[in-house]
């Protein structure tokens, strides 16, 4: 797959053309979003505390695992510190409880375009508190740190003014950073809260290449291919990862309706290696970040130190768990998304077998069979994603300043996947010739 031949060719069609720039313009607002500053917050103070004044656990809790996602937006508190994150969450409740409640689940697949719509407000409703939770949890925790927010609760009625104001902002530009992402979807290119991940994740490349120069300076140059080879064969696992996957052969028997033969044909099943995407390592890195972001309402106590002294990103027990925990979350995500009765059924209904299975139970345990062998694999690709940019810091600590994670890694190469598809898509749309041309 060639991505910089699709874009040229993507370019040179005229409507497709005013999509990538439509999608680029979006970004751009984006991004100033990300540099206009929070009233009533302190940014210097802010950033000393995301940088390591607010304790040693700081690099390894959640609010820092959100920062890596806004692309430092959060660290310098700005208005879209919160970015997709509370839609993300909102999206992922709401199937959760799509699979949980029946009805939902009648909706979206009985409702057609009505019912998709509903469940589309449901989410910003959802959203929407969210986002409240989220930005009231942002002020307490920068609260407890001396001059972070410029008026407290002690300060009467300017401190309420200051919560309501800085509460209000973040929620707002949650608000209308989910407005671009859908303003994307309809007049752009590509999946809006997709794009908008990858712009916040490159635009952390000045802090990588700035650390670069510094590391060059202090003769540690020997670092950066280090850094590099694995970077770059991380890209090419996931890329191969990311198109992998296991066919299950199909065969539709032949039926004559009227005058006429229908079926015949053979087709497969696939079911893809990485089927659940990073949502496995965004489960679980909100998780085990839990006891570092208590930590930091404690700094003296001995729950803090014992998550300084074993739960870093370094340690033996942080590295196993987030394994465990990521094999875990694959195995539920997929037992949520993929009914293997289901998709029995319908091939039973629409006349086709899998050589050698009988129709009915055989078929979806053979099915089930064949995903959970797939799962494993995708797990532990998973894994194996998420644990090497730890393992790296581990070994060498000095490369901490440039290890991107893994989770970002793979959200840039599956978002640019998806696009170059999309696009190609488009333009065979467009050049595709009728049989009255």
């Known amino acids: 797959m060639n991505i910089l031949s699709t874009l040229k060719n993507a370019w040179q069609t005229a409507d497709l053309k005013k999509k990538i720039i439509y999608t680029f313009f979006i970004i751009i607002l984006f991004r100033i979003g990300t540099s206009i500053p929070v009233p009533f917050l302190d940014a210097s103070v802010v950033r000393a505390f995301f940088n390591g004044g607010g304790g040693a656990t700081t690099s390894e809790n959640l609010l820092s695992y959100f920062n890596m996602l ?3 937006a959060l660290a310098q508190g700005t208005v879209f510190a919160l970015t997709i994150q509370p839609y993300i969450n909102a999206s992922i409740i709401m199937q959760l409880l799509t699979i949980a409640i029946p ?8 409702g057609g375009e009505v019912g998709q719509r509903k469940i589309k407000n449901w989410t ?3 959203t929407v508190i969210i986002a409240a939770i989220q930005a009231y949890g942002y002020y307490t925790i920068l609260s407890y740190q001396s001059g972070a927010v410029m008026y407290t609760y002690s300060d009467g009625a300017k401190g309420w003014l200051a919560m309501f104001s800085i509460v209000l902002t973040l929620m707002a530009g949650s608000m209308l950073v989910m407005w671009l992402g859908e ?7 590509g999946n809006g809260i997709s794009m908008i991940l990858f712009a916040s994740i490159v635009s952390r490349g000045p802090e990588l290449i ?4 510094y590391l060059v300076r202090g003769n540690m140059w020997w670092l950066i291919p280090i850094v590099l080879v694995v970077g770059l064969a991380m890209v090419v696992f996931i890329v191969f990862m990311d198109g992998a996957e296991r066919r299950i052969p199909i065969q539709y028997a032949k039926r004559q309706v009227g005058r006429k033969m229908y079926g015949g044909q053979n087709t497969f099943l696939p079911i893809k290696v990485a089927m659940t995407g990073v949502m496995p390592i965004i489960f679980t890195f909100a998780i085990v970040g839990v006891p570092a972001t208590i930590a930091q309402f404690v700094p003296n106590s001995g729950f803090a130190r014992w998550v300084e002294n074993y739960f870093s990103s370094t340690s033996p027990l942080y590295m196993i768990l987030t394994f465990v925990l990521i094999i875990g979350f694959n195995y539920f995500y997929i037992m949520i998304q993929y009914n293997p009765i289901e998709i029995a059924n319908n091939i039973k209904n629409n006349g086709g077998t899998i050589p050698g299975i009988r129709p009915g139970k055989p078929t979806s345990d ?3 069979k064949c995903v959970n062998r797939v799962t494993i694999a995708g797990a532990v690709f998973l894994g194996i994603i998420a644990l090497v940019p730890f393992i790296i810091q581990a070994i060498i600590p000095e490369a901490a300043g440039l290890a991107m994670g893994g989770t970002s890694i793979m959200i840039m190469v599956s978002v640019a996947l998806e696009t170059v598809r999309g696009l190609e898509s488009q333009m065979l749309m467009r050049h595709y010739k009728g049989f009255l041309d």
Request: glycine residues 10%; proline residues 0%; contains cysteine.
């Open 183 to 189: 303003c994307i979807d309809e007049k752009g290119i």
């Open 70 to 72: 806004s692309g430092n």
């Open 366 to 368: 053979f099915i089930t």
């Open 210 to 213: 700035t650390y670069g120069i």
């Open 124 to 126: 910003r409703y959802v």
């Open 103 to 110: 009805k939902l689940e009648r909706l979206q697949r009985d």
